[in-house]
C-alpha cells in the first residue's frame, strides 16, 4: 500500500519553520485535509517557544495556492457546505498565529491562495506570481476573508477591482497597489522570506508579538483607543525580561540574547 504524502512538509531553519503545501499535482489547491493538516501544523508551532518566524510557502514552481479545490463544491448543498465553514477557519488561525508568518509567494496565488496570503503578516512575490479573486466566475464571493481583508491591505479601490472584475493581476502589480512587499526572482522568493524571517527572529519575540498585535488592531480601533492599547503594550514590553537584556546589550555594546520572556 502507497502511503499518501505529507499535505505540510516542515522545515525548521534555525528559528525560522517553513511550511510548504504540499499537493504541486493539484496547484497546492486548498482541500479539507490539506486545512486541517495546516492548522495542526500551526497548532504544534504555537506550543514552540523557539519558533519565532514562520514562512508559509507552495511546493513545486507553478504554484503558491490556486484556490480552494473545487471538487469539494460540486455535490454540496447549502447545508453542508454551512458545516464545512464551521469551527476553526485556517486563514484565522495564520491570522491569530504569535508569531510573525511570511508567505513566500512562489506562483499563482488565487482565491483562497490569497486569502491564504492575506491572512500572513508580510508577503512576498516571485516575479512570476499572479494574483485574483475570481469567485465572481463561479457565482461567488470569497469566504476566506478576502471581502474584509483584501481593502484593509490595498484600499477598497483597488479590492474592488479584484472582486468585481475577477481578473488577475501581475506580481508588478501586486507590489503597485500594495498587495505584497517585495519582488523577487523564482528562485529567490523562498530564500527572501527565510532572510526576513530570520532578521525578525532576531528581535525580542516578547516585542515583536507585541508590535504585531498592536500593529493589527490599529485597523479597527479609532486612534485614541489605538493609543492606549499601544501605552499599555509598551509597558507590558517594559516589564519584560527581553526588555532589560535589550537595554543591557545595547549599553554593552554587544548583540543582545532574549530570552523570550
Known amino acids: ?38 492548522v495542526r501544523a500551526l497548532d504544534a508551532l504555537a506550543e514552540d517557544s523557539t519558533v519565532r518566524a514562520i514562512v508559509i510557502t507552495g511546493a513545486g514552481e507553478k504554484a503558491f495556492v490556486a484556490g480552494a479545490d473545487i ?6 448543498d447549502v447545508a453542508e457546505q454551512v458545516a464545512a465553514m464551521q469551527g476553526r477557519r485556517v486563514y484565522d488561525v495564520v491570522a491569530a498565529v504569535e508569531c ?6 512562489n506562483g499563482v496565488c488565487l482565491g483562497g491562495g490569497l486569502e491564504l496570503a492575506l491572512a500572513c503578516d508580510i508577503r512576498i512575490a516571485s516575479s512570476g506570481a499572479r494574483f485574483g479573486q475570481p469567485e465572481v466566475n463561479l457565482g461567488l464571493i470569497p469566504g476566506g476573508g478576502a471581502t474584509q481583508r483584501l481593502p484593509r491591505v490595498i484600499g477598497l479601490g ?25 519582488i523577487t526572482d523564482p528562485a529567490g522568493c523562498l530564500p527572501r522570506a527565510i532572510a ?5 527572529a532576531l528581535n525580542s519575540p516578547v516585542a515583536v508579538a507585541a508590535a504585531k498585535r498592536a ?24 516589564g519584560a525580561d527581553d526588555r532589560a537584556e535589550g537595554i543591557a546589550a545595547f549599553l554593552e555594546k554587544r548583540s543582545p540574547r532574549f530570552p523570550g520572556r
Open 196 to 200: 526576513v524571517a530570520e532578521r525578525i
Open 100 to 105: 510573525p508568518v511570511i508567505a513566500a509567494i
Open 158 to 182: 483597488a479590492a474592488l477591482r479584484l472582486l468585481l472584475t475577477g481578473d488577475l493581476v501581475d506580481a508588478a502589480e501586486a507590489l503597485r497597489v500594495g498587495l505584497v512587499e517585495e
Open 71 to 76: 471538487t469539494e463544491f460540486a455535490g454540496r
Open 215 to 238: 500593529a493589527a488592531a490599529a485597523l479597527g480601533l479609532p486612534l485614541a483607543a489605538g493609543l492606549d492599547l499601544e501605552r499599555a503594550a509598551f509597558l507590558a514590553c517594559f
Open 1 to 38: 500500500m502507497v502511503s499518501e504524502p505529507d499535505l505540510v512538509l516542515r522545515e525548521r531553519i534555525g528559528a525560522v519553520e517553513v511550511l510548504t503545501l504540499n499537493r504541486p499535482d493539484k496547484r497546492n489547491a486548498l482541500n479539507t485535509p490539506l486545512r486541517e493538516e495546516l
